[in-house]
C-alpha cells in the first residue's frame, strides 16, 4: 500500500523561504511522476510542481515559475519543493500526490493522481 507523506511548511513573512519534502512509500513503480498540488480557503486545488522522479523532468505553474523549485531523490522516493520569495496568495494547505493513474495523464491535474498525502499549511502573511 503506498503512503504518502508530508513534512515542512509553516508560516513566513511575505519575501521569506519554506520547503517542504514528501515521502512515498510502497509505490510499484518509482518511473512516474509525483507533484505538489495547493488548496486555498474557497478554492479548487491546483497544480504547484510535477517532476518525473526517474528523469527529473519538471513541470510549474506560471504563479510559481522563478520562485519554487521541486526536486526528487527517486531511490528514496523523497520529493521536494522549495518554496522562495513567498507570497501571501501562496497561502494554502500544500499536498504531495504520488503516480498518475494512467501514463496518458496530464500531470498538472490533481485528478491524474493516484496517492495523496494529508497536506501541510504554509500560511504566508503581509
Known amino acids: 500500500q503506498v503512503q504518502v507523506v508530508e513534512s515542512g511548511g509553516g508560516s513566513v513573512q511575505a519575501g521569506g523561504s519554506l520547503s517542504l519534502s514528501c515521502a512515498a512509500s510502497g509505490r510499484p513503480d518509482n518511473n512516474n511522476w509525483m507533484g505538489w498540488f495547493r488548496q486555498a480557503p474557497g478554492k479548487g486545488r491546483e497544480g504547484v510542481a510535477s517532476?518525473?522522479?526517474?528523469?527529473?523532468?519538471?513541470i510549474y505553474a506560471d504563479s510559481v515559475k522563478g520562485r519554487f523549485t521541486i526536486s526528487a531523490d527517486n531511490a528514496r522516493n523523497m520529493v521536494y519543493l522549495q518554496m522562495n520569495s513567498l507570497k501571501p496568495e501562496d497561502t494554502a494547505m500544500y499536498y504531495c500526490?504520488?503516480?498518475?493513474?494512467?501514463?496518458?495523464?496530464?500531470?498538472?491535474?490533481?485528478?491524474?493522481?493516484?496517492?495523496w498525502g494529508q497536506g501541510t499549511q504554509v500560511t504566508v502573511s503581509s
Open positions: 500526490a504520488a503516480d498518475l493513474q494512467r501514463s496518458d495523464y496530464d500531470p498538472r491535474v490533481p485528478q491524474s493522481f493516484a496517492y
Open positions: 517532476i518525473y522522479t526517474s528523469t527529473g523532468s519538471t
